[in-house]
């Protein structure tokens, strides 16, 4: 199975059904939160829900190599990040991530993705991972801009969000880049 050690105690792990109780509560929680950034939120009515969205990650992973893990402080569910479905044909991906609002602050996502874009530039071969956020999402940004991704650019009303359009920030980062921050 998928796992990665983080500096305190954190650890990645790939999603499994038998996590979506965990994961529903973290939602519950955050639901307002989230919704303010994430077109999923409302499609998660129940565990049910969460158990068919990692059952539909877990066939991705088989068939695609894109993922889904849950980030973890020993047993408890902190937060999620993956990537989502590869383009193998042009060796890039983009990156998606959410953390539980007592976790913010603490640099977990910014050391997640930095485990998450060492696999996707390593093992997976990739040269390009891109990360979309809302414009207003200061700290989302914050994680991009920390890891050096590059804003390419404002995607106007790029996404409807429940009952308005959003602005994108566009990120990336290349291989070549991302091995040259590294050393």
């Not at 889904?68 to 991906?93: E, T, Y």
């Amino acid at each position: 199975m998928f796992a990665h050690s983080l500096p305190n105690g954190a650890e990645l792990r790939l999603l499994q059904p038998y996590h979506a109780q965990q994961i529903f509560n973290v939602i519950e929680r955050n639901r307002s939160r989230l919704r303010q950034w994430l077109p999923w939120v409302d499609n998660i009515r129940c565990v049910g829900d969460e158990e068919k969205f990692i059952c539909n990650s877990l066939g991705r992973f088989a068939s695609n190599g894109a993922f889904q893990c849950g980030i973890f402080m020993g047993d408890v569910f902190v937060g999620a990040i993956g990537l989502h479905p590869i383009d193998h044909a042009n060796r890039k991906v983009e990156l998606g991530y959410w953390l539980d609002s007592a976790h913010e602050g603490r640099w977990l996502m910014t050391s997640a993705c930095r485990s998450i874009i060492d696999h996707a530039f390593g093992a997976l071969g990739l040269n390009r991972v891109i990360l979309y956020c809302a414009v207003e999402n200061l700290r989302s940004r914050a994680v991009a801009e920390r890891l050096g991704f590059k804003l390419e650019g404002i995607a106007r009303q790029s996404e409807w969000l429940y009952d308005h359009f959003v602005d994108w920030a566009s990120y990336s980062m290349l291989a070549s880049e991302w091995k040259g921050r590294r050393e």
